[in-house]
């Protein structure tokens, strides 16, 4: 029997800012409580960048005009944080106004392990350095976490992982450092440590896409309110994964898409060094050198 997961991130309610129509936000949230109960999901999934932030009175009304939409979905619902949720928030004004707690979770659903990678989503603006932080605990807790499951694990997370790239991308096309957690690479290495298949999945970087690193499949989802794809029209992406002995992902709205996956359990053969830097290359230039 298998389980579905409705899949809604980056609602952006707010003003429309750049391309994201948060003025829609709402509207496209009632539509959204309807797609769940149409579509039969077991569990929803809120990726996080709920609101486009100002300050942290409007952003406090901001969360909580989301919070009331999403009391119209009829399943559970489990929240994570986005950059903009707490950029003038901390993680106890969101678990305050979504009723839940906001750390790393794991929960149990069908025959599948659902991993709440709830990471440091704040953005860090300092005279010397703005972007994310991966902080050490959320990687300890990740590998950790990898190492202990016994299932097929779907990991979810705001900010991806993977590293893909972002050519194309409206907002991180020239900024791909502010698209992904700098040292990712420790991410992935925290998931490699399962002994099972994985899947992961994010928001943050408004687009669908699919990428496979280490014999690991990366999706992220489309933004509700996102128009850079649209013609300026929001996406309304909602989601729906279906797990059982296969992996299926649909997007509908304007932007729609859909993915179907057998997870296996298959790791890579780690990557070469750089060409000029393998011992070998070092070791023949070392030998021309003494002859």
Known sequence: MSTRIAIVTDIHHGKPSTAKRGDMALP????????????????VLDLGDRISDENRDTDLRLEAEVAEAFRAVDAPILHLNGNHDRDHLEISDNEEILGQSLDHGVIDIGGWRIVLWRADSRIRRTPDYSGFVLTEPDVIWLSRTM??????????????????????????????????????????????RAKV??????GHVHWNTVTTVDGITHLTQQSLTESFTTEGEPAGAMGMIELGDSFKWEVVGDDPFAFETTPRHRRWTPPLPSFADHPEARARRAAAAAS
């Open 28 to 43: 496209l949230m009632e539509e959204f409580s309807r797609y769940v109960r149409d579509g039969g999901a077991d569990l």
């Open 147 to 192: 190492q202990a499951t016994d299932r097929p694990t779907l990991v979810v997370s705001h900010v991806p992982i993977s590293g893909h790239s972002q050519v194309g991308n409206y907002y991180f096309e020239n900024n791909p450092a502010s698209s992904t957690y700098p040292m990712a690479e420790r991410a992935r290495a925290a998931l490699a």
């Open 197 to 202: 298949p994985v899947v992961c999945l994010a």
